[in-house]
């Protein structure tokens, strides 16, 4: 008799948590297959599964087609919940979040800009950006336990500005590397010249991959880990979907108070400043001390000055 009422009790707790769960307004986050495609179906899953259960609400996905207008965006969002708690777009859909916005003004409307710094969007909506600098903080840390001795050299599409490169220098000189490191684009050709102890990927990687298979990377992507090669020790992620989980604390947040919640900054202009979800592959790390070090070595905080 006991048991039968543990049983009944435990079933209608359940059935109150999860009617609480599905009754509470969702979180919509704007997508498409591109998106999908690169960061992994199963790893979608569970970040949205996971940031469901942070918020412990509803996390709706909204698939949009990559070419659809901002009024065509703007529908589909429309379409999957008339008035939901916030809406996350990122940011190649700015437009769409400032579509949506003029049409829902009383909703919060969030773009996740990335290291994107112009938008299009109307300014009544949020923009959450990656946090650079401490993002190269962190690797240049990283950069300087796998580097050792040898040479470190940053892979990037475009010009890195002098203020990440001094946060990414200073990491470095954090962990005792008292070396230069060499900025290359990722046209560079890589088949010849000194050893390599790290490279720091940030954008395109050109042929780095084939021509130096072996050196350790630290790599700044969407990508999903499982198709990466071992030569990959570290991934930095600042996905759409990643700072969005990050910063699900802007969603309680009012226009004249910023959420403060794990790893948020807030700059001079009223932007959300997040930084990237680091993972560390320890399996890929030959000495176990290092992996753990790699760890601690990711959640440093880099300090403004």
Known sequence: ????????????????????????????????????????????????????????????????????????????????????????????????????????????????????????????????????????????????????????????????????????????????????PVYRNSNYNFSSGSELGCAVIMGQAGDFFTRRPTTPVILFSWADPGILTRSVKVIFDDSPYTLAYKGYSLISSTYEEYGKGDGEKEDEKGEVLVSSVPTVFKSRIEKKADAIMLENLVKMEFQNK
């Open 1 to 180: 008799m006991l048991l039968l009422v543990l049983i009944l009790v435990s079933v209608l707790v359940f059935g109150v948590i999860a009617g609480a769960f599905f009754y509470r307004l969702p979180v919509l986050i704007v997508t498409d297959s591109s998106f999908t495609a690169v960061y992994g179906s199963r790893r979608l899953r569970e970040i949205e599964s996971r940031l469901s259960r942070k918020l412990f609400r509803r996390l709706i996905p909204v698939y949009v087609d990559e070419n659809a207008g901002p009024d065509i965006v703007s529908f589909a969002v429309e379409d999957a919940f008339l008035n939901p708690l916030a809406v996350f777009f990122p940011h190649r859909y700015a437009e769409g979040a400032g579509y949506y916005k003029g049409n829902h003004p009383d909703t919060p409307v969030y773009v996740i800009s990335g290291r994107n710094q112009n938008s299009t969007a109307k300014e009544e909506v949020f923009f959450v950006r990656t946090d650079v600098k401490t993002d190269l903080y962190r690797a240049g840390l990283c950069a300087a336990l796998l580097a050792g001795e040898e040479s470190v050299v940053f892979i990037s599409s475009g010009t890195v500005p002098d203020e990440n490169k001094d946060a990414f220098t200073e990491g470095l000189r954090a962990q005792g590397y008292t070396g230069t």
